[in-house]
């Protein structure tokens, strides 16, 4: 890879957490800018540290904008989380929740539905879009920082989380780059930035309602969501501030593949150059077959039988109704008929990640589906 040039790119590290020695888990947070207006874009990796592909990416998007004029700015936080990554159990990461405690890694985020609706009432009829855009997001960050410098203090996840979306909340698109256990490609869009689903270039997109359940891209879009049809109701007029925030699911965890990363980081420049960050018209979505899902439709199948399983479908494979999916094989039967027991799809479905392990118990979450589906 090419250097690239101080006056383009700044590096900085921030202190995400220290750990038993004291010491700071520092994390890289690399900014490029070309000085030219546009909007600021938050990328980060690895909240959940098992889930490391998305370093790849940032690295393949690294490489790319070193040869890319940029308008705007593009904050890049790998590795996000030097505690999960680093927790290891045997040959696995153990990198989705806080093992201390069971937090998930994604869900101590800040998004408070009523300071919304009491900075939509300090809203002025003539105040201008950019106006309420700027003390909106002051507003955002400040509660961030009143949260974090509480007496009574924090969880560790809770911490870590608020120290991130200090950062993403100064941002107009954040990007949250995960995998799945064993997953096809697929990203969840806000449902008022439906077409974006057209400007990734990722073939499954599951649209999410304004819901706040924890996670950086809800944290990130309720409050503008919330906002745009709070001042939409109170002034009979259209309100846009242009921020929107997806999580992006490249893969399975626990892999690396660097050719697969450049692809993934070429359909992020796709959606970028959509946005009018890229200067050049290098890069743009691929036309290609993409489907859609309301969240109500992406539905779990848990299974009934613990054993040893196979698992017959593959992510991104269209299923029919009583196809099998997966074979349980249970240990104390095999001299029967019930040896082998089949799970069966229940409508057709489109699989999009399973379980990593062989070997489950009852109620394990076998599978996610698409049910309902649609071309886009
Ligand atoms: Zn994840």
Request: net charge negative; glycine share 8%; with cysteine.
């Given at each position: 890879m090419?250097?690239?040039?101080?006056?383009?790119?700044?590096?900085?590290?921030?202190?995400?957490?220290q750990?038993?020695?004291?010491?700071?888990?520092?994390v890289?947070?690399?900014?490029?800018s070309d000085?030219a207006?546009?909007?600021?874009?938050?990328?980060?990796?690895?909240?959940?540290?098992?889930?490391?592909?998305?370093n790849?990416?940032?690295?393949?998007?690294?490489?790319?904008?070193?040869?890319?004029?940029?308008?705007?700015?593009?904050?890049?936080?790998?590795?996000?989380?030097?505690?999960?990554?680093?927790?290891?159990?045997?040959?696995?990461?153990?990198?989705?929740?806080?093992?201390?405690?069971?937090?998930?890694?994604n869900?101590?985020?800040?998004?408070?539905?009523?300071?919304?609706?009491s900075?939509a009432?300090?809203?002025?009829?003539?105040?201008?879009?950019?106006?309420?855009?700027?003390?909106?997001?002051?507003?955002?960050?400040?509660?961030?920082?009143?949260?974090?410098?509480?007496?009574?203090?924090?969880?560790?996840?809770?911490?870590l989380?608020?120290?991130?979306?200090?950062?993403?909340?100064?941002?107009?698109?954040?990007?949250?780059?995960?995998?799945?256990?064993?997953?096809?490609?697929?990203?969840?869009?806000?449902?008022?930035?439906?077409?974006?689903?057209?400007?990734f270039?990722?073939?499954?997109?599951?649209?999410?309602?304004?819901?706040?359940?924890?996670?950086?891209?809800?944290?990130?879009f309720?409050?503008?969501?919330?906002?745009?049809?709070?001042?939409?109701?109170?002034?009979?007029r259209?309100?846009?501030?242009?921020?929107?925030?997806?999580?992006?699911?490249?893969?399975?965890?626990e892999?690396?593949?660097?050719?697969?990363?450049?692809?993934?980081?070429?359909?992020?420049?796709?959606?970028?150059?959509?946005?009018?960050?890229?200067?050049?018209?290098?890069?743009?979505?691929?036309?290609?077959?993409?489907?859609?899902?309301?969240?109500?439709?992406?539905?779990?199948?848990?299974?009934d039988?613990?054993?040893?399983?196979?698992?017959?479908?593959a992510?991104?494979?269209?299923?029919?109704?009583?196809?099998?999916?997966?074979?349980i094989?249970?240990?104390?039967?095999?001299?029967?008929h019930?040896?082998?027991?089949?799970?069966?799809?229940?409508?057709?479905?489109i699989?999009i990640?399973?379980?990593?392990?062989?070997?489950?118990?009852?109620?394990?979450?076998?599978?996610?589906?698409?049910?309902?589906?649609?071309?886009l």
């Open positions: 090419t250097d690239i040039p101080k006056n383009r790119l700044s590096k900085s590290h921030i202190s995400v957490a750990n038993a020695s004291g010491r700071s888990l520092n890289p947070i690399y900014r490029i000085n207006p546009g909007p600021r874009v938050y990328i980060q990796s690895s909240i959940h540290g098992a889930e490391v592909q998305g790849v990416v940032i690295y393949h998007l690294l490489q790319a904008l070193s040869s890319q004029k940029i308008n705007g700015e593009i904050i890049l936080v790998p590795n996000c989380n030097p505690v999960g990554t680093n927790i290891k159990a045997g040959e696995y990461t153990l990198g989705r929740f806080d093992p201390v405690n069971g937090t998930n890694w869900r101590g985020y800040h998004y408070d539905e009523e300071q919304v609706f900075f009432d300090s809203v002025q009829e003539n105040d201008t879009q950019e106006q309420i855009k700027q003390a909106f997001r002051q507003s955002i960050a400040k509660a961030i920082d009143n949260k974090l410098s509480q007496p009574w203090g924090l969880g560790l996840a809770q911490q989380n608020l120290r991130l979306q200090q950062i993403a909340t100064t941002a107009d698109i954040v990007l949250d780059l995960h995998n799945g256990p064993v997953s096809t490609r697929h990203i969840y869009i806000p449902e008022y930035a439906k077409s974006a689903a057209y400007e270039s990722i073939p499954h997109c599951i649209f999410i309602p304004n819901k706040f359940a924890g996670a950086l891209d809800e944290a990130t309720c409050p503008w969501w919330t906002l745009q049809e709070t001042l939409q109701a109170r002034f009979s259209e309100f846009d501030f242009g921020v929107q925030a997806f999580t992006l699911e490249m893969g399975s965890q892999v690396i593949q660097f050719d697969e990363g450049e692809k993934d980081a070429v359909s992020i420049l796709g959606y970028l150059s959509q946005k009018g960050m890229l200067q050049s018209g290098d890069y743009k979505p691929a036309s290609m077959r993409r489907i859609g899902v309301m969240l109500k439709d992406y539905r779990t199948m848990f299974t039988f613990g054993g040893m399983v196979e698992y017959c479908v992510p991104g494979q269209h299923v029919k109704a009583g196809d099998t999916m997966a074979r094989l249970n240990i104390d039967d095999l001299d029967n019930k040896a082998v027991q089949n799970v069966v799809a229940p409508c057709d479905l699989p990640l399973h379980f990593p392990s062989a070997s489950v118990l009852s109620g394990t979450q076998l599978y996610k589906c698409f049910t309902e589906y649609f071309e």
